[in-house]
């Protein structure tokens, strides 16, 4: 069993010496329990001596606030983690859904990071994201959207992220992702270095191994399931090193 340890909002796995870290966010409410929802690919990443920091979090309507505050727990933590272990370059950056626009709007425009991988990005507007309020919301006479907006988030993406090595992955039946949205605006940047990687799974491929592993056993993981997450993590893997 991986040693879970939480600190504040920040979930870690430590290995005895690692080589790497990797900064983790979620997609919408997995993410508040990153250490379940997501226990595969994360204790695979551990599992080849790279330390892993998972913020948990219950989104918000807020996205901008929620991006500074997941940076700043961060860097708190990966302060305390080099000096317990020491210093090994800076961190790599993972996203899931939600979690990729969160580090995409990072107050550092991605420049403390080596690289980011974006799992499955999502930017749907509020009342696609939560429908029922889009039902509620005229009733009640007010308007509600993430803030930044999905447009203005794309906007900022091409205009204020300056990290240049992304790594966009699309798993082939995901009807949620809007890789494509992302990919577009990263490439209208004078200075770009992002790549594209699409896999076999749905939305749920990077998340859902983990809950079946944590609520039915071992013997409830789907072996195709498996060798996605096992594949994912030697993309990562080979991303943070040199």
Partial sequence: ???WRQLGSIWQLRPAEPTGLIEFIGGSYLAATPQISYRRLLEELATDG???????????FDHQRQARDAWSAFRSARRQLEERCGTFGAP???GHSLGCKLHLLAPDGGRGS???????FNNFNADR??????????????????????????????RHYQQERNLVVRFGRDELDQSGD?????RERA????????????????????????????WADDPRRVAVIRQLSRTI????RP
Avoid: C, K
């Fill in 129 to 158: 994201s939560i429908p029922l309020l889009g039902e509620l919301a005229p009733r009640l006479g007010v308007e509600t959207e993430f803030s930044p907006s999905p447009a203005e988030t794309l906007r900022l993406i091409s």
């Fill in 50 to 60: 790279l330390a892993v920091h998972a913020w948990a979090y219950v989104p918000g």
């Fill in 191 to 218: 200075s770009d270095a992002s790549s594209t990687l699409e896999l076999p799974g749905d939305h749920l491929t990077p998340a859902s191994a983990g809950l079946r592993r944590s609520f039915l056993g071992d």
């Fill in 182 to 186: 992302l990919i577009q605006a990263l």
């Fill in 114 to 120: 080596r690289a980011l991988v974006a799992l499955s």
């Fill in 92 to 94: 790599l950056r993972l």
């Fill in 237 to 240: 893997g080979q991303a943070i």
């Fill in 1 to 3: 069993m991986a040693n």
